[in-house]
């Protein structure tokens, strides 16, 4: 089966630009996850949906960040404006649901801001 | 509150050797518990899972973890490590919560195989 698929791999932004990424999950899977991974650290959750809907999206700085999940399926994940603290790797994961199963994950994105 | 403690930042090893990666948790209700390998530039893959049953839990690449209730841990073995293991290594716990569950990664152990 595919698997997660991201793009673009790879941004390079300038601070206060904007930024868009885009996820596309394993067919079938309801949950969908968008990570922010710092170097040197693990991944730290920034919104998960369940099909349409936000289940948890409480350390998503909601100022900047924003995210959809259209028709259950594809998501974006938006910034703007940009600070070079946004500076990390996206992942995109996605799930059947529930806590018991494991999470599948995109190749991320390298998000620099300079 | 539920967190995950990886009690080692990098764990160098050479080659054929075994390993140990120390994974601790706190929870107040009961976990599932998960171990991901990160590859260089690649995202995360599962290497193994606790949900039920049998402590000793067996995975991919010859990796296996055991789940201790009583000292909340989950820590990852492999008898004989490969040059090909180098790579971050990241704990999971997965708990039921208010409002749904929660999964909470450790902040990762670079293992490191030298030859």
């Known amino acids: 089966e595919a698997g997660v698929a991201q793009s673009p791999r790879y941004k390079i932004i300038e601070k206060r630009q904007s930024v868009a990424f885009w996820c596309n999950p394993i067919?079938?899977?309801?949950?969908l996850y968008w990570y922010q991974q710092i170097l040197g650290q693990g991944p730290k959750l920034l919104i998960q949906?369940?099909?349409?809907?936000?289940?948890?999206d409480s350390q998503l700085p909601k100022d900047r960040f924003s995210a959809e999940r259209l028709k259950g399926v594809d998501s974006t994940l938006k910034i703007q404006p940009a600070k070079l603290e946004d500076s990390a790797v996206y992942l995109c994961?996605?799930?059947?649901?529930?806590?018991?199963?494991?999470?599948?994950f995109g190749p991320g994105t390298r998000l620099t801001v300079t | 509150a539920q967190s995950v403690t990886q009690l080692d930042s990098q764990v160098p090893v050479f080659e054929e050797a075994p390993v140990e990666l120390r994974c601790n948790y706190s929870?107040?209700?009961?976990?599932?518990l998960f171990w991901y390998v990160q590859y260089p530039n690649q995202g995360l893959q599962l290497l193994l899972k606790?949900?039920?049953?049998?402590?000793l839990v067996k995975g991919i690449n010859g990796f296996e973890a055991e789940f201790n209730k009583s000292q909340t841990s989950f820590h990852l073995r492999k008898p004989s490590v490969h040059i090909s293991d180098t790579a971050e290594y990241f704990c999971?716990?997965?708990?039921?919560?208010?409002?749904?569950?929660?999964?909470?990664f450790g902040a990762g152990t670079r293992l490191f195989v030298k030859a």
């Open positions: 994961a996605s799930s059947l649901g529930g806590r018991r199963y494991e999470q599948y």
């Open positions: 067919s079938g899977h309801a949950t």
């Open positions: 949906f369940q099909n349409n809907g936000v289940v948890d």
């Open positions: 929870s107040s209700v009961s976990v599932y």
């Open positions: 606790y949900l039920s049953g049998s402590t």
């Open positions: 999971a716990v997965s708990d039921e919560g208010t409002g749904g569950f929660k999964t909470i």
